[in-house]
């Protein structure tokens, strides 16, 4: 059920804009920051390290299947910094 979910929230990801998905990471980063913060102390090294190994690969792949003819994800970010 929870991959159901999952692909669901995937889908819907893909029909957000580049800044929509910025929106959202900028939502996520707190909350995963936060329950890093709780988790890290009970967790391994090698756990902590391979779940932000998983958050990078996802970025990457995103990265990849960037349209070359829309704004990254990445500029949109960059932006919205200035």
Known sequence: MADN????????????????????????????????????????????????DAFFKAGEEIAASDDPNTETLTQTLLKMRR
């Open 5 to 52: 979910k999952l692909e669901q929230v995937k889908r819907l990801i893909n029909q957000l804009t580049p800044f929509e998905q910025a929106q959202l990471l900028q939502y996520l980063t707190p909350r995963i920051a936060h329950s890093l913060a709780y988790t890290q102390p009970q967790s391994s090294r090698e756990e902590y390290e391979a779940a932000w």
